[in-house]
C-alpha cells in the first residue's frame, strides 16, 4: 500500500519514538545516550530518503512547468485558430441582402472543424463549412491549410468544383498521415438568387423555403477532400428568394451525447430546426446549442460543433459594368 520510501520513512519513525519512550523510563543520566541514538538514526534515514525524495520534486516540478507550458502554447494556438475565422458580427453592416451568422465550438482547446464566408465579388457570397479528420494539433494544422486553399482559390474565380479538385490534389500530396476533410461550399448570388454548390463527402445541408418547414437538401454526394487525386466534384444549383434560409453544420451535433449515451441525432437536429424556424441565423444557432446543452446534461464534448445559418432577406438589382 504504501511506497518504499515511506516504509523506511514510517519504521524510522518507530525507532525513534520507542527511543524516546525508553528515554522516559530510564533515568536522566542515560539522555544523552538515547538522545544521540535517536538523532542518529533520524538523521541517518533521513539521508538515505533524501536525495531521491529532492530528484522525486524536482521531476514533478519539471513535468508541471512543462504542462503549463505546453497549456499557454494552446491556448495561444486556440486564439490564432480563432482569429482566422470569421467572428465579427454582423458581418457585412453594409448589406441588406442577406444575413449571417456562425459558431465554432471546439472539443478540445483547438479544433478540427471551420467555417468561412467572403465575397468574392460584389454580387457573390461565398459559404464553406469543413470537418477534418481526427482531433487537436494535427488536426488544426490541416484545417489551417484547407481552410486558405478554399479561399485562395475561390478568390481565383474558380466554381465550387473546380475549387474541391484543385484543394483535394494539393492535400493529397505527402499526405502520410493519411488525414481527408468533408466539406461543403456554396456561392450565393444576390442578384439571381441562384446558389451553386459542391460537396465533398459532408452532411447535407437544410433548407427552409419561405413559410415552409426546414427539409434535407437533396444533393449528391462525392469522396472527401485529401484522398484520392483527380476528383471531378459535381455542382448543384437552387434558387433562393425572399424569406429562404439555409443551414450548414457538422457532425458534432447529431453525434453529441447525453449520460444515458444517445445521440443528438438527425432527428432532433430537424426537430430543433421546426421549433426555431421562424428565427433570425444568431438567434436561431443560439436556440440550437442551448438545446444541446440541455440534451447532454453537463457529458463532455466528444467532438467540434460547427454551425452557419444564412437567411435571404431580398435580391439586388445586378451590377452595370461599363
Known amino acids: 500500500m504504501f511506497s518504499l520510501k515511506i516504509r523506511i520513512l514510517l519504521i524510522a519513525l518507530f525507532l525513534v519514538t520507542c527511543l524516546n519512550t525508553i528515554y522516559v523510563l530510564y533515568s536522566r543520566t542515560n539522555s ?11 538523521a541517518a534515514v533521513c539521508f538515505l530518503i533524501s536525495k531521491p525524495v529532492y530528484a522525486s520534486f524536482d521531476g514533478y516540478s519539471k513535468a508541471r512547468l512543462e504542462r503549463e507550458r505546453l497549456g ?8 490564432i485558430q480563432a482569429g482566422m475565422i470569421p467572428y465579427v458580427f454582423p458581418a457585412f453592416p453594409g448589406r441588406t441582402e442577406f444575413d449571417i451568422y456562425a ?3 471546439p472539443a478540445k482547446e483547438i479544433g478540427g472543424d471551420f467555417y468561412d464566408f467572403f465575397l468574392i465579388d460584389e454580387d457573390n457570397l461565398a459559404i464553406v463549412i469543413a470537418d477534418i479528420s481526427g482531433k487537436g494539433i494535427p488536426s488544426a494544422l490541416f484545417m489551417s491549410i484547407t481552410k486558405t486553399l478554399i479561399k485562395n482559390n475561390a478568390c481565383l474565380g474558380k466554381s465550387p468544383a473546380e475549387v474541391f479538385k484543385t484543394v483535394n490534389n494539393a492535400l493529397c500530396e505527402n499526405n502520410n498521415s493519411a488525414m481527408f476533410v468533408t466539406a461543403f461550399m456554396a456561392y450565393y448570388n444576390t442578384s439571381s438568387g441562384n446558389l451553386i454548390y459542391a ?3 459532408h452532411n447535407p445541408p437544410y433548407i427552409k423555403k419561405s413559410g415552409k418547414d426546414y427539409e434535407i437538401m437533396k444533393i449528391e454526394p462525392c469522396l472527401v477532400l485529401g484522398c484520392i487525386e483527380d476528383i471531378e466534384y459535381k455542382e448543384g444549383t437552387i434558387t433562393l428568394e425572399s424569406g429562404d434560409n439555409i443551414f450548414l453544420y457538422t457532425d458534432g451535433i447529431t453525434e453529441a451525447m447525453n449520460p444515458k449515451r444517445e445521440l443528438f441525432s438527425e432527428t432532433r437536429l430537424h426537430d430543433t430546426l421546426q421549433k426555431y424556424r421562424e428565427k433570425q441565423p444568431k438567434e436561431l444557432i443560439n436556440a440550437i446549442k442551448h ?3 440541455v440534451f447532454v446534461e453537463g457529458e463532455e464534448q466528444a467532438d467540434d460543433i460547427t454551425m452557419l445559418a444564412l437567411k435571404i432577406d431580398h435580391l439586388t438589382m445586378p451590377k452595370k459594368h461599363p
Do not use: P
Not at 32 to 42: E, G, H, P, T, Y
Open 103 to 105: 459558431s465554432m465550438l
Open 291 to 293: 438545446e444541446i446543452d
Open 199 to 201: 460537396n465533398a463527402g
Open 72 to 79: 499557454v502554447e494552446l491556448a495561444i494556438a486556440a486564439r
Open 32 to 42: 544523552l545516550i538515547f538522545s544521540v541514538a535517536s538523532s542518529f538514526i533520524l
